[in-house]
T-cell receptor, first 118, second 115 residues
Framework: AQTVTQSQPEMSVQEAETVTLSCTYDTSESDYYLFWYKQPPSRQMILVIRQEAYKQQNATENRFSVNFQKAAKSFSLKISDSQLGDAAMYFCAYRGPLTNFGNEKLTFGTGTRLTIIP | NAGVTQTPKFQVLKTGQSMTLQCAQDMNHNSMYWYRQDPGMGLRLIYYSASEGTTDKGEVPNGYNVSRLNKREFSLRLESAAPSQTSVYFC??????????????FGPGTRLTVL
């Protein structure tokens, strides 16, 4: 079974600095999808960034980027120029290949709570 | 576009009562999902519907039933609520085609308390 591990329950960063959140996963598949979701106090699950495993290039979305190391099964999230609005719980999630209709679910890590220090 | 909407936002039930959580999406997605989130944990899949007319169990289906009413709507029913079902419930949808294939988009959640 796939597992997702986030080893940092809490992180903090000074406003305008850079922070990296860690995520490792376990899978026997070669084709899969990885995601980072942000959950602010409003509880809404907001997609931050996605990575398709067959793409070697790391995904970027404005201030958010990932370091995807397929062989090491590592998928870290880097937030540059941290802002107060980035404070939230961040979840790493894994989804198996789309060709497998029995493999629909996202497997989530337990989350990292990010605090931004003004 | 509203994306994924859920009703109600909050609900308090007594043990043994029943209720239905409603979910609708306007993104024309084929797949829809119900998750629960308990304190200190990520989301866990309860049921999903890969396409209109089909439903399948996820990780934690016991005590729940679902109905895929049409392509837009997917409801979750608790027939006899138990305190262990106190949780935050999320609905999500996704598509298998296109640039964002496989990406699940979530509703705002329903906080359910069972006394």
């Amino acid at each position: 079974a796939q597992t997702v591990t986030q080893s940092q329950p809490e992180m903090s960063v000074q406003e305008a600095e850079t922070v990296t959140l860690s995520c490792t996963y376990d899978t026997s598949e070669s084709d899969y999808y990885l995601f980072w979701y942000k959950q602010p106090p409003s509880r809404q699950m907001i997609l931050v960034i996605r990575q398709e495993a067959y793409k070697q290039q790391n995904a970027t979305e404005n201030r958010f980027s990932v370091n995807f190391q397929k062989a090491a099964k590592s998928f870290s999230l880097k937030i540059s120029d941290s802002q107060l609005g980035d404070a939230a719980m961040y979840f790493c999630a894994y989804r198996g290949p789309l060709t497998n209709f029995g493999n629909e679910k996202l497997t989530f890590g337990t989350g990292t709570r990010l605090t931004i220090i003004p | 576009n509203a994306g994924v909407t859920q009703t109600p936002k909050f609900q308090v039930l007594k043990t043994g009562q029943s209720m239905t959580l409603q979910c609708a999406q306007d993104m024309n997605h084929n797949s829809m999902y119900w998750y629960r989130q308990d304190p200190g944990m990520g989301l866990r899949l309860i049921y999903y519907s890969a396409s209109e007319g089909t439903t399948d169990k996820g990780e934690v289906p016991n005590g729940y039933n679902v109905s895929r009413l049409n392509k837009r709507e997917f409801s979750l029913r608790l027939e006899s609520a138990a305190p262990s079902q106190t949780s935050v419930y999320f609905c999500a949808s996704s598509e298998r085609q296109g640039h964002f294939r496989g990406t699940q988009y979530f509703g705002p959640g329903t906080r359910l308390t069972v006394l």
